[in-house]
């Protein structure tokens, strides 16, 4: 443990000797400030300031669509938020506007058909006993429709998030490239899952 600790203590004091040397001869010198992405010295807090989250104040129906990030991405929510979070079991209230029934007059986007349906393997459960769903081709998934929203996309915001629009410390040069004309404010998803689809139908 002694031997270790002293071993330590050495290459560190190496390293500090080496770094030492590299300043005083003048070699390369890298200032502390051009170290992380906060831009000032890891001595001081007081000048250090964070750029602030700004998440959308407009209410639902005031705010404008952001653009998909690529084709079929889940929108962000571009309206606030506030007091519609957390999403509960007997609370959801994402959903009392944008129910497909009700979505088109709210000026809200329907629920897409992906929502209601099942993407899950079929385990077997016969009240007494378990059994897994185990076929590798992936044959035991159904893919089909039900009535209604599926559990897997009851917690919306598990997918869809606010958008904050502070400023980015890293810019992000990418662009999307969408596959159709519509891309940036639609998905494709209701157009492939067809309404009778069906994955375990012979
Ligand atoms: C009072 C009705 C209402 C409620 C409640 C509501 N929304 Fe919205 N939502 C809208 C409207 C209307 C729009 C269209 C933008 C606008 O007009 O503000 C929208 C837009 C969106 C979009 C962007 C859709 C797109 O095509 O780009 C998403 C995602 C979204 N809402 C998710 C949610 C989630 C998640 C919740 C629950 C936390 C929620 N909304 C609650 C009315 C509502
Ligand atoms: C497991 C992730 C997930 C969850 C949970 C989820 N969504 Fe989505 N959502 C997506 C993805 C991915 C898309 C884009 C592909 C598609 O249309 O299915 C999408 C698309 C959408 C769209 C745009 C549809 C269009 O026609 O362009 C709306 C509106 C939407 N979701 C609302 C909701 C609401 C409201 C909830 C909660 C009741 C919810 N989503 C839950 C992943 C999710």
């Known amino acids: 443990m002694k031997f270790s600790k002293l071993t330590i203590a050495l290459s560190s004091a190496a390293v500090l000797f080496t770094v030492g040397c590299a300043t005083a001869n003048n070699v390369s010198t890298v200032s502390e400030e051009s170290l992380g992405f906060r831009k000032t010295t890891i001595y001081s807090e007081s000048d250090t300031v964070a750029d602030k989250t700004m998440y959308s104040t407009e209410a ?23 007091g519609l979070l957390p999403i509960t079991i007997n609370n959801n209230q994402c959903t009392s506007c944008h129910e497909p029934a009700i979505a088109t007059s709210m000026g809200a986007t329907p629920i897409p058909k992906s929502h209601f349906m099942d993407f ?14 185990v ?10 429709p039900i009535s209604q929203l599926s ?51 012979k």
């Not at 653009?67 to 962000?76: K, V």
């Not at 385990?123 to 059994?131: A, I, M, R, W």
């Open 135 to 144: 076929d590798n081709m992936k044959n035991e998934v159904s893919v089909k």
């Open 120 to 133: 899950r393997p079929k385990h077997n459960y016969d009240g007494k006993t378990f059994t897994k769903a």
């Open 60 to 82: 639902a129906g005031a705010s404008k669509k952001i653009n998909r990030a690529f084709q079929d991405a889940p929108p962000m929510i571009p309206h606030s938020v506030e």
């Open 151 to 201: 559990g897997a996309r009851f917690n919306c915001t598990q997918c869809h998030t606010p958008q904050s629009t502070g400023k980015l410390i890293v810019d992000n040069t990418f662009e999307p490239a969408y596959t159709r004309k519509d891309g940036a404010f639609k998905s494709t998803w209701d157009e492939v899952i067809l309404d009778n689809l069906d994955t375990l139908k």
